[in-house]
């Protein structure tokens, strides 16, 4: 009865650190922002970013647009996406764990020089620009394509790139 009751408070506890991680999604988001230079089409009109998947996610991202509501002089839109279907006109998507992702899928959603950002293993290797991952110490970092990312239009800062757990 007690192992039983352990292991009802981890499976909760697990499920409290993976809801946290949105909480600092949103904020790394963000803050990428403003090492990265979107090709001049997508520099004028309402800067999007995109959710698809998790809710938790989406609300969190929602909050920071609510606080900061402006991203590279252009008001910060936040659109919750079931599929990638629904994405439409985006500077930034973000897809969760929730939601599969294959590197076709993001081709083309980089053709139209949109930051791809995923929480999907070793997806930066096969098509994101960033990718959230755990680190050994388990914080939460990324890896970074920045051969992708420039192959979209997208400009990467190397300050960036010095950040990232992996550069590709």
Wanted: glycine letters at 4%; a positive charge.
């Amino acid at each position: 009865m007690l192992k039983c009751k352990l292991l009802l408070v981890a499976v909760i506890l697990s499920f409290g650190v993976k809801a946290q991680e949105y909480k600092y999604h949103p904020i790394f988001i963000y803050n990428f922002s403003k090492y990265i230079e979107w090709p001049s089409s997508n520099s004028s009109g309402d800067f999007v970013i995109s959710v698809v998947g998790n809710s938790n996610a989406y609300k969190e991202m929602l909050s920071i647009s609510e606080k900061k509501k402006t991203i590279k002089n252009q008001n910060l839109v936040v659109k919750k996406c079931n599929s990638l279907d629904e994405i439409e006109k985006s500077n930034i998507v973000f897809v969760t764990k929730s939601k599969s992702i294959t590197a076709e899928d993001i081709q083309k959603i980089e053709s139209q020089g949109v930051l791809v950002i995923t929480e999907h293993d070793q997806m930066a290797a096969r098509g994101s620009h960033i990718n959230f991952i755990t680190t050994q110490d388990s914080k939460i970092g990324f890896e970074l394509n920045t051969t992708l990312a420039e192959q979209s239009g997208l400009k990467v800062a190397s300050s960036l790139a010095g950040l990232a757990a992996k550069t590709y």
